[in-house]
């Protein structure tokens, strides 16, 4: 699972900035353990981090082997994966990670189908899920959906599907004139 993007070098000792893909900061608490992902080479490599620690949005990690600025910058835009087994547990049953939701189908609560999850975003307010759906062949349909508690009808982590409220106001096809 993607935790984080390395961002950019920090000082002349080697260390990095780590963009966080996630605010929950047990997940970067004990990092030790990653993978590094090179999106220009498509390669995985480990690593090991020494030090990490919080500054602002991002944190400053130190990787084993990594000793000055020259060899920190090749480390500059990989992406850092963890297991999910490392993932904190979460406390109750109504939490879940971003990642239980991509790809789950999404109804009605009469049935009809809306479309796949395929990505959510995060407006400040509340998370806003993209569903996709496919018209035909060359087309498809986005959604975008408020992911608020009194809008979810049925969500269980292990099934494959949610059921959702159909918003009256979200399919009415009229234009409000004045």
């Known amino acids: 699972m993607a935790i984080g993007k390395i961002s950019n070098t920090h000082g002349l000792n080697g260390e990095l900035k780590l963009f966080p893909y996630s605010n929950e900061r047990e997940i970067f608490n004990n990092l030790k353990d990653v993978l590094l992902y090179n999106p220009k080479t498509k390669r995985f490599l480990y690593a090991k981090f ?3 620690r919080k500054a602002d949005k991002n944190y400053i990690i130190s990787i084993s082997g990594v000793e000055n600025i020259s060899s920190a910058q090749r480390y500059k835009d990989f992406i850092v994966y963890i ?3 490392n993932l904190p547990t979460l406390k109750n049953k109504y939490e879940f990670y971003y ?8 109804y009605y609560e009469d049935g009809n189908f809306v479309g796949k999850i395929v990505d959510i975003l995060e407006t400040g307010a509340n998370e806003v899920l993209i569903i996709e759906k496919q018209i035909d ?17 049925k969500f ?11 918003l009256e106001w979200y399919e009415d096809d009229t234009e409000d004139r004045d």
């Open 137 to 153: 062949r060359f087309n498809k349909e986005e959604i975008l959906y408020p992911l608020i508690k009194d809008n979810i009808i």
């Open 99 to 106: 990642f239980e939701l991509l790809d789950k189908e999404v």
């Open 50 to 52: 020494e030090t990490i």
């Open 83 to 85: 297991s999910k087994e």
């Open 156 to 166: 269980v982590k292990e099934d494959d599907n949610i059921v959702v409220k159909r």
